[in-house]
């Protein structure tokens, strides 16, 4: 399990050097994102392990999905300002630029978990 969490480690701090430690890992999450234009939600083709990790500067906590569907991960820092709602197996929350995302969670009791988490990192923020 060590060799595991360094290697995972190792993998991240390749997209983000200013990453120290892997907070939270879960091991299955997939991307929604809310359409205007359709009033309904989408399919944002990205989905697989979400990690929470710690950086040594602002911002302090990131979320990384790491996709498994494509090129591009998902990557949002959590801040003070971060806003979020749990409901059923998804967490929804207001990226930076605006946009609205649902993070569907493949066992049941992982949201009630990562927002445990978040709302301790954005309390000690």
């Keep these: 399990m060590e060799q595991e969490a360094q ?3 190792s993998m991240l701090t390749r997209l983000d050097k200013k990453i120290m430690k892997i907070v939270a ?7 929604y994102r809310w359409s205007i234009e359709k ?3 989408d399919r944002a083709g990205c ?3 979400l990690f929470l990790v710690q950086r ?3 911002p302090k ?3 990384i999905v790491i996709n498994r569907l494509g090129p591009t991960d998902f990557i949002e820092p959590v801040t003070i300002d971060t806003k979020f709602e749990l409901k059923d197996s998804f967490v929804f929350f207001k990226t930076q630029n605006d946009q609205i995302i649902g993070l569907w969670f493949f066992h049941h009791s992982d949201p009630a978990v990562f927002k445990e988490q978040l709302l301790f990192f954005i309390f000690i923020y």
């Design 25 to 31: 890992l879960f091991k299955h999450v997939s991307i």
């Design 7 to 9: 290697e995972n480690l």
């Design 56 to 58: 040594s500067n602002d």
């Design 61 to 63: 906590y990131k979320v």
């Design 47 to 49: 989905e697989g392990c």
């Design 39 to 41: 009033n309904e939600w």
